[in-house]
């Protein structure tokens, strides 16, 4: 295949530059100032959120696991093959 065909077939994918400054404030770019400062003024960095429950227990930081998730598939067969004993074996002769 051919670089130039490769291009064309991608080339709808990626979407045109739109919104330029020279379009939205009529060239000047003086319109985007206030924008510019607002985003400007955002902290910079990695968020010192802290993520807590269930997700921040076993999944996030040191602790990550994947205990939960088969503790989980262990338990939903646990109690499928309760409910079909019950169903099945339980009052039926063999």
């Known amino acids: 295949m051919h670089v130039s065909l490769i291009r064309r077939q991608l ?3 990626i ?8 379009l939205v404030s009529g060239g000047s770019g003086a319109g985007l100032g ?3 400062e607002f985003y400007s003024k955002l902290p910079k960095g990695e968020s010192t959120a802290r993520v807590s ?9 040191k602790n ?17 093959y309760t409910i079909d004993y ?9």
């Not at 979407?15 to 020279?22: C, D």
């Not at 338990?75 to 499928?80: C, Q, Y």
Request: net charge positive; no cysteine.
């Open 11 to 13: 080339g709808g994918l």
């Open 15 to 22: 979407p045109p530059k739109i919104a330029t400054p020279k």
């Open 34 to 36: 206030p924008l510019v």
């Open 53 to 61: 429950g269930i997700k921040g227990r076993y999944f996030s930081g």
């Open 64 to 80: 990550a696991s994947g205990k939960p998730i088969v503790a989980l598939i262990v338990g939903l067969f646990a109690i499928g």
């Open 86 to 94: 019950n169903k099945h074996h339980k009052n039926n002769q063999h």
